[in-house]
């Protein structure tokens, strides 16, 4: 823990950590290293861990990287930061994100972006770390933490995980609970494990993992040991390689990247089988349909009222004032085109072409995934990203569907509700990171880990 502590202090250029709290990763150790010595130690007992900023934390900044919330420290912990206490995790502090998880190259957090360790080369350029889980795998990458939390609505785990060259889960849908992590879009949000190799994030999903009756989407069953079902052994195994993440203008550099993981996944004893997901094309629209609407509903509470930040009225301004003001200037431009993108879909007039059709291709790309299951298939195999990591500055925030691209290869496993796993396996030209990106069935995320522990 104090070496991390150091490590975070020297650091400060990746903007990695946004709240830092020593004292309570002090004490926690302390705590950690008696457990120890009575011979109690649980799974993450005295492991330095960093906490992404949307997690609610007790009696700690958790402002989701948005000045609306500037201020707020919570009245309870979060389910899933609660259990990683619970299992001995030590928390070095919160992690820089971007504005309410929503981006994907950490450009859209109050606090600045996160900056990503590795570099081009020769080339200084700062790269991004991805996003929105960007500080997070800044953080493991740069070694400043063993593991950190992240969460996933759209590929927010992976994404950022593939760009830094770490491991991120993000499980079934329901898996962990979703209690105290400040919602985005409740359908899809699931958090997730970013870690530094297979085993670690095993370990640490169990930890994150629990039923919980205060999340009415949390699923009662049972968590199993996924440490001991990793065995990398893929004999009997059948995956999947779905023609439709083959897109036109890949880089060959991602395509070879995917053959190479195709082969490792043939040594290690899997029979490869050519698959179809025919609607993969239909999912980033639905998904930057069904998302804005969600949380167009959810940022509906952040009113100047009950948290955070409240504009500075003038004379004679009454209540709508103050909601315009304080909604004005506590929200980013990405996040209040997405509440004015949401509120339109969901409106009286538009709500059946845009929102509910949404809805139905969701179910469309959810029953291309039962049927290749169906089918005997145990895990699906794809790139994770369509690039490697880019420069800070590079995707202009003028054309934000350029930055919407890069969830292509994610947002469907959200929309499906499965989990989906990036695994580093490669290097690009520049000898920066990729990752290929394995999505299993539901439930099944022992088996995943186990087959993404084939693949490093
Ligand atoms: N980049 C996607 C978005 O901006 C996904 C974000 C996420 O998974 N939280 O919505």
Known sequence: TEACLKAIDGAGALNAFVHHTPEIALEQAVKADARLKEGDAPAMC?????????FCTKGVPSQAGSRILEGFLPEYESTVSQNL???GAVMLGKLNMDEFAMGSSNETSVYGNAVNPWRRGNDDTALTP???SGGSASAVAADLCLAATGTDTGGSIRQPAAFTGITGIKPTYGRCSRWGVVAFASSLDQAGPMTKNVRDAAIMLEAMCSYDAKDSTSADLPVPDFEAALTGDMRGKKIGIPK??????MPEEIETLWQDGIAMMKDAGAEIVDISLPHTKYALPAYYVIAPAEASSNLARYDGVRYGHRATLDQGDGITEMYEK???EGFGPEVQRRVMVGTYVLSAGFYDAYYNRARKVRTLIKRDFENVFA??????????????????????SADPVQM??????????NLAGLPGIAVPTGTDRQGLPMALQLIGRPWEEADLLSSAYALE
């Open 46 to 54: 005295g492991l330095p861990i960093g906490m992404k900023d949307l």
């Open 130 to 132: 991805g996003g929105s």
């Open 375 to 396: 089918q005997g298939i145990d895990s699906i195999l794809t790139p994770a990203t369509p690039s490697a990591a880019f420069g800070l500055g590079e995707m202009a």
């Open 326 to 328: 304080t909604r004005a």
């Open 244 to 249: 439709e993440y083959r897109m036109d203008g």
């Open 404 to 413: 919407y691209l890069n969830d292509v290869f994610t947002v469907t496993v």
């Open 85 to 87: 206490f619970d299992a």
